[in-house]
C-alpha cells in the first residue's frame, strides 16, 4: 500500500500561494508526515530569511504533509536571495541552499 | 555573571523541576538571543556533530548523536521503527489446516515471523498481480506437519511429549522453496525464519497443517510485522548538577536518591563528600523531588542535543546496518522532495 507503486500518478508537491500575507506560500507534500515535516520546518526556522515556518498534518486520515513558510523581503519562499545568475524569483528554499551551495551561508550576511 | 548563565541553560538544557519540565522546545533560531549567531551554518554543524557508538553486538546497538536538532533525531527514529523495509508474509495459501487454529489466525501469526533475509537484495511487488511473485520480490516457504500417537509412549503417561509426534508446530518445520535463479543466490540456509524455536501452533493425533507462504518487501508504515527493529529510541543525556557541596549523611542520603553510580561519595579529610560521577546512568526517577532537603541543592537537566540512541534489530539486519539503511531512507526522501520542486511550477 506504501510501495513506490502505490504512488504512481499523484502529484508529489503542490504549491499554492497564500493569499492573506505577502510573501508566504504553502508547499502540500503527499504521502508524507512529521518525519520529514518537522526536519523542514526546523531548518527552515534556522535560515536568517525565514520569518515563518511551521509544518502540519490536516487530519490523520489525509497522509500529506503542509508547509507554511513565510520569507523576509529580499527573497521569495521558493528561492534563496538572490544569486546573479538566476533571474526568475523562483529559486530553491532555504534549505535547498543549505544542500546544494554549502557556502551560500557565508555570503547572505 | 547569572543572566549568561540563566541564557546558557535555556538555549542547552532541558530542566526537569519538581512539577513540570522547562525549556522543551528548541529557541536557538536566527534574532531570537542577543549576540548569538544562530543562522544555519554548515561548517559549525560539522564541528560540532559528532556519533560515538557505545556499544554494539549482533542484535543491539547503543550509540550517541551529538549536535543535532530534535527533528533529526527523531526521524531517524521514526524511520527505524517504520520506513527500513524487510521481508515479511503476505500471503498464506493453506491447502489444509485441520488444526485448532484458524486459517486467519495462523496466517497472522505467520506474518509476524521474523524472516532473515537481507531486504536490500529484492525489490518490491508490484500492486495488481495477483499470480505467483517472481524470484526477484518474493520468497517462498512451505510448512508441513501432521501430528501423529507415539507407538512407544508409556501406557499411563500424560505428557504430550512422549504421547504425540509433531504435536508443536515450530519456525523450524518452515522449509524455503527457491523460486527461479534463487538457489543460486542464496547458499543453503541463508534463507530461514530468524529464530527457529518460535511456536506457530499445537497440534493434536490427526490434525495437520499444510500451507505455502509468500514473502514479500513492505515497511513498517504499512504493516508493524514489516518493522526491522524491536524497537529503537533514544533519550537526551542527563545533566545533574550540585548547587552546593553536600557533605556527610547528606551526600548518602544524596547517592540513594539516583541510580546506583550516579552519585560516588567520597571521603575527603575525614569528611564525606557527595560527587556526581555518571550521569549518564540516571533514569531520572526524580526521587530527590521527595526529600525536602535535598531538592534544593540539585539541579536536574537534560543536554538539549546530545541523543543517546538504542537500537534492538529483530535479527533480520545488524544494527548498525539498520542505522545506515535509515539514514540512506532520509537522503532518499530528501532527494525525492528536491528533484520534485524543481518539476513543479509555482501555481
Known amino acids: 500500500m506504501t510501495t513506490p507503486s502505490a504512488f504512481r500518478g499523484k502529484k508529489k508537491i503542490t504549491i499554492n500561494k497564500d493569499i492573506k500575507v505577502p ?82 551561508s557565508a555570503r547572505t550576511k | 555573571m547569572a543572566a549568561a548563565q540563566a541564557v546558557e541553560e535555556m538555549r542547552t538544557r532541558v530542566v526537569l523541576g519538581e512539577f513540570g519540565v522547562r525549556n522543551v522546545h528548541t529557541t536557538d533560531f536566527p534574532g531570537n538571543y542577543c549576540g548569538y549567531d544562530d543562522a544555519w551554518d554548515q561548517d559549525r554543524f560539522e564541528k560540532n556533530f559528532r556519533v560515538d557508538v557505545v556499544h554494539m553486538d549482533e542484535n543491539s546497538l547503543e550509540f550517541d548523536m551529538v549536535g543535532i536538532d530534535a527533528a533529526i533525531a527523531n526521524a531517524f527514529r521514526r524511520i527505524l521503527l ?43 511487488r508490484n500492486q495488481g498481480e495477483d499470480e505467483g511473485g517472481t524470484e526477484i520480490d518474493t520468497l517462498q ?64 493425533p490427526g490434525q495437520e497443517i499444510d500451507l505455502l507462504m509468500h514473502c514479500v518487501k513492505g515497511i513498517g508504515k504499512d504493516h508493524a510485522k514489516f518493522s526491522p527493529v524491536a524497537t529503537a529510541s533514544y533519550r537526551l543525556l542527563p545533566d545533574i548538577t550540585l548547587l552546593e557541596p553536600v557533605e556527610g549523611e547528606a551526600a548518602e542520603e544524596l547517592s540513594r536518591c539516583f541510580s546506583p553510580g550516579v552519585i560516588e561519595v567520597q571521603e575527603i579529610q575525614g569528611k564525606k563528600v557527595a560527587r556526581v560521577a555518571n550521569p549518564r546512568l540516571d533514569t531520572f526517577s526524580r526521587e530527590v523531588f521527595r526529600n525536602e532537603k535535598l531538592k534544593k541543592v540539585v539541579r536536574l537537566a537534560r543536554v538539549r542535543d546530545h541523543y543517546i540512541f538504542s537500537v534492538e534489530s529483530t535479527g533480520v539486519l545488524p544494527p548498525d546496518v539498520l542505522v545506515s539503511e535509515a539514514i540512506k531512507v532520509l537522503m532518499g526522501k530528501c532527494q525525492r522532495f528536491l528533484d520534485e520542486l524543481d518539476a513543479v511550477q509555482m501555481d
Request: aromatic share 6%; net charge positive; glycine share 4%.
Open chain 1, 23 to 104: 510573501k508566504a506560500c504553502l508547499f502540500t507534500i503527499n504521502k508524507e508526515n512529521h518525519t520529514l515535516g518537522n526536519i523542514i520546518q526546523s531548518q527552515l526556522l534556522k535560515a536568517p530569511q525565514g520569518l515563518f515556518a511551521e509544518h502540519r498534518g490536516p487530519r490523520p486520515w489525509q497522509h500529506k504533509t503542509i508547509i507554511h513558510v513565510q520569507s523576509a523581503l529580499d527573497c521569495t519562499p521558493r528561492r534563496p536571495p538572490p544569486v546573479p545568475s538566476q533571474t526568475s524569483p523562483g529559486s530553491s528554499p532555504c534549505w535547498r541552499r543549505e544542500s546544494e551551495r554549502p557556502h551560500s
Open chain 2, 82 to 124: 517504520a520506513e527500513v523495509p524487510t521481508m515479511a508474509v503476505e500471503k498464506v495459501l493453506v491447502y489444509n489446516n485441520t488444526s485448532i487454529v484458524q486459517d486467519e489466525i495462523l496466517a497472522h501469526r505467520l506474518g509476524l515471523i521474523p524472516i532473515h533475509a537481507d531486504p536490500r537484495l529484492f525489490e518490491y
Open chain 2, 141 to 204: 516457504f512451505r510448512l508441513q506437519v501432521r501430528c501423529t500417537r507415539n507407538p512407544h509412549a508409556a501406557k499411563d503417561s500424560s505428557d504430550p511429549n512422549e504421547l504425540y509426534v509433531n504435536h508443536r508446530v515450530y519456525t523450524r518445520h518452515m522449509t524455503w522453496v527457491p523460486l527461479g535463479n534463487q538457489a543460486d543466490l542464496f547458499p543453503e540456509g541463508a534463507i530461514r525464519p530468524v529464530h527457529d524455536d518460535i511456536l506457530i501452533a499445537q497440534l493434536r
